[in-house]
């Protein structure tokens, strides 16, 4: 039988050894982690990866903004988790919740204040977008559209965007929304037309 390893056993710092019997796997972790075990580290690195970038797409696409910098803001948490010697990592209390969900709350955190930071957001113009405006402009000379695929929200960005030919911008302060969400809109109502109309 092994012997059961307890929080007054030293820590290894080459080494990421198996979880103590009296902590959770997760406090173990982040003990070694918190002590400069770098094998805990990539292992927390490996282990929750998923979870975050999980949270990071699910709030950038509830937000209606573009998934590309989902890696640039993952890098982002890892680097603010072991800034000033795993300060922020230090602030999890296993008493209030998992670390698990104090990631997923941090990761959203993060990627709401990259949507409020990143000011290519505010400048999202559909006419920075010439592919996705030409072919929807070809679509739109055509004689027959069927509006009908499309939602009252979808029809009043069209609206926006061609008949009073406003920028995302624009239109984003009109319909009181975030100007990605109406880029977002504006595809979707492309991809709906074309398929409705060309399958």
Request: glycine content about 2%.
């Amino acid at each position: 039988m092994e012997p059961t390893i307890t929080t007054e056993r030293p820590i290894v710092s080459t080494q990421c050894p198996a979880p103590a019997k009296i902590t959770s796997d997760a406090e173990y972790l982040v003990s070694l982690c918190l002590e400069g075990n770098q094998k805990a580290w990539n292992r927390f690195v490996t282990e929750f990866s998923p979870i975050i970038r999980h949270a990071v797409s699910w709030t950038l696409n509830h937000h209606g903004a573009s998934t590309d910098a989902a890696d640039d803001i993952v890098q982002d948490i890892f680097f603010r988790l072991i800034k000033s010697e795993y300060k922020l990592l230090e602030n999890w209390d296993s008493t209030r919740g998992t670390l698990k969900t104090w990631l997923a709350v941090v990761s959203r955190s993060a990627a709401i204040d990259f949507i409020r930071t990143d000011r290519t957001y505010l400048y999202d113009a559909i006419d920075e977008h010439e592919e996705l405006k030409t072919e929807m402009e070809n679509i739109l000379d055509l004689p027959e559209l069927p509006l009908h695929v499309l939602s009252t929200r979808q029809k009043s960005v069209l609206q926006c965007l061609y008949g009073e030919e406003l920028t995302a911008v624009e239109a984003a302060r009109k319909l009181d929304v975030h100007p990605q969400t109406i880029r977002s809109i504006h595809h979707t109502a492309l991809q709906k037309l074309r398929a409705a109309m060309f399958h």
